[in-house]
């Protein structure tokens, strides 16, 4: 590691980085049911006649707008930033985020359902922040240390699912001030990404040392789906890596429509709740994630926590009174914790230090692919069905994750 990395450490402003995307995310969680799935709602945007099942469905589209644009563009970002360093590729994919969320706003004030299509396309083609987090964070952090710190990038996770719900929840809700709309949390999302662009070009050093041209090809998503499964020790790795990711895109689509149909939850309801499930998943990430690691490697911890987590993703069914939920999100976040950080992990162990960048861009759009899917699909079936089936879907492809990883998975992994 070099000189000004030693005295420059930049592993807080990149966990800060992770945990701004992760607070525009949950932002979202309690505020786009109320747009196109509630007509109970003053947010609500169809028009008056419109079946809420079409609302549904334009939902799911919506979700799935990031995730595409994040698709094409992940890998490229991460190429890019192997020839010209993580900062300057952090700094950019930050302000285009930034821009993202004056455009949402602004969609929600003008009753705009296609600017907020525009907005989440535009975050997701710009938005390649946690991969290129992740590449500079391999970058100075030795080998058999990378779990714990992806785990740190799991807290920063779990901080965004406890401050972004809950302030969507607060800043959209006039009853806590007259003047907040659900445009609100946007223009605060708007201001704290800013501020993270500054933190990067002024306080975060250069920390990927052997820069190499590459050649940019615009089908390069494309190739890393090819790519992906062309690399043996790494293959089946990321297929059960894509399984669970896309298993918990069904979940986070239509679960806070589940809350409402079922609970008659508010946003203010749904924020409070998905902030419970953060405190967790930080608990798991800074506390259990480092301690495991010292007693046990990333392949036997995922060999218990993907089976784990999809049985608690059905227990979410049981309770018929809103505080059960509390007494199953514990174990749901911490094997969502658990299964996050060593995933991550355990790729970044498979293969050598030149193509970290590359190899977790090809991740990065792995999972943008499996989070592009299951919301599109999750709208037809909560329409056709009843909005509680994408969470059963949900519960079906993890477990098919854990066997996967359970009688397939034999990753030889890098010291």
Known sequence: MSDPIRRKNPLPILFFTVFVDLLGYGILIP??????????????????GMPIRHGYILLGFLLAAFPIGQFFASPILGQLSDQYGRKKLLAISLFGTCLSYILFAL????????LLFLARGFDGITGGNIAVAQAAIADVTPPENRAKNFGLIGAAFGLGFILGPFLGGKLSDPAVYS?????TPFWFATALSFCNVLSILLFIPETHR?????VLR????????FKAYNLEP?????????????????????FSVFLINRFGFSQGHIGNFFSYVGLWIAFTQVVLTRRLARRFSEYQILRVS???????????????????????????????GLSQANISGLISRSVGPDIQGEILGINASLQALAHSVPPMVSGFIAADLAPEAPVFVSASVIFLSGLVFLFFCKVPVRS
């Open 31 to 48: 505020v786009i049911p109320l747009l196109l799935a509630n007509p109970d709602s003053p947010y609500y945007l169809l028009p008056p």
């Open 107 to 114: 969609g929600i004030l003008y009753k705009n359902i296609p």
């Open 179 to 183: 003047g907040f709309t659900a445009a």
């Open 210 to 214: 052997n820069m190499q041209p590459v």
């Open 218 to 225: 615009w089908t390069q998503a494309l190739r890393n789906i």
């Open 234 to 254: 790494v293959r089946l790795l990321f297929t059960a890596n894509f399984l669970f990711q896309g298993g918990f895109a069904f979940f986070t689509t239509f």
């Open 306 to 336: 993907l089976v784990s987590l999809s049985f608690f993703t059905l227990l979410y069914f049981l309770p018929h009174v809103w505080w059960g939920l509390l007494l199953v999100a514990p174990g749901f976040a911490i094997s969502n």
